[in-house]
């Protein structure tokens, strides 16, 4: 199983971009997709997450700008973000527990997508 992250770039503070997260391979069901992010000289932080029952939570910093989402169909997660804010600027990356059969459940990470605000 693989997860590919795309959909960064850059945009000016009040915008909006999305990210994707593919998952490909012999994936079963994901049953959670988080998204991360890592700035420079700042720890990792979680910025979302959503089970495959569709509950979602988020950090408090992004609460009301960003919405995580899942379409098991496409084995692809989505993290809309708008309203960004320079302080957004980070390396995005998704990280999934995936069901590989009924029995298996493996968590995976993708290669992140930079985000870059500018103010």
């Known amino acids: 199983v693989q997860l590919q992250a795309s959909g960064g770039g850059l945009v000016q503070a009040g915008g909006s971009l999305r990210l994707s997260c593919v998952a490909s391979?012999?994936?079963?069901?994901?049953?959670?997709m988080n998204w991360y992010r890592k700035a420079p000289g700042k720890e990792r932080e979680l910025v979302a997450s959503i089970t495959n029952s569709r509950t979602t939570n988020y950090a408090d910093a992004v609460k009301g700008r960003f919405t995580v989402s899942l379409d098991n169909a496409k084995n692809t997660a989505y993290l809309q973000m708008n309203g960004l804010r320079p302080e957004d600027s980070a390396i995005y990356s998704c990280n999934a527990d995936i069901r590989v059969n009924r029995n298996y459940q493996y968590n995976y990470w993708g290669k992140g997508t930079q985000v870059t605000v500018s103010s």
């Open positions: 391979g012999s994936v079963y069901s994901i049953d959670v």
